[in-house]
Nanobody
């Protein structure tokens, strides 16, 4: 299984950015997908999770109303649309896949990880 994340960069506060993660080596819609992030000196935290079918989503309180997760099972891709970005969103963002169609937002539930992409939000 490979997960290839892309789309990070430098953006001003209030701006938008979209991350993408392309998967290979798995039956994509059998797996829930998630975005986690890790800021310097902090633990990795779950940002959002989407079920294999796309019908169920979880969002951390800190991103509700600003971030949107979606997936295109035909393209084996999960997206993270990030709007109204804040400096505190600055982190390395990781996409991850669980072994099940739904998994709770816990890093231990996710078996496969991408390489991470850096998001920096300037004030």
């Amino acid at each position: 299984v490979q997960l290839q994340a892309s789309g990070g960069g430098l953006v001003q506060a209030g701006g938008s950015l979209r991350l993408s993660c392309v998967a290979s080596g798995l039956t994509f819609d059998d797996h829930s997908m998630a975005w986690f992030r890790q800021a310097p000196g902090k633990e990795r935290e779950a940002v959002t999770v989407i079920s294999g079918s796309g019908g169920t989503r979880y969002y951390a309180d800190s991103v509700k109303g600003r971030f949107t997760i979606s997936r295109d099972n035909a393209k084996l891709t999960v997206y993270l649309q990030m709007d109204s970005l804040k400096p505190e969103d600055t982190a390395v963002y990781y996409c991850a896949a669980s072994r099940r169609p739904w998994a709770p937002p816990n890093p231990y539930e996710f078996a496969y990880w991408g390489q991470g992409t850096q998001l920096t939000v300037s004030s």
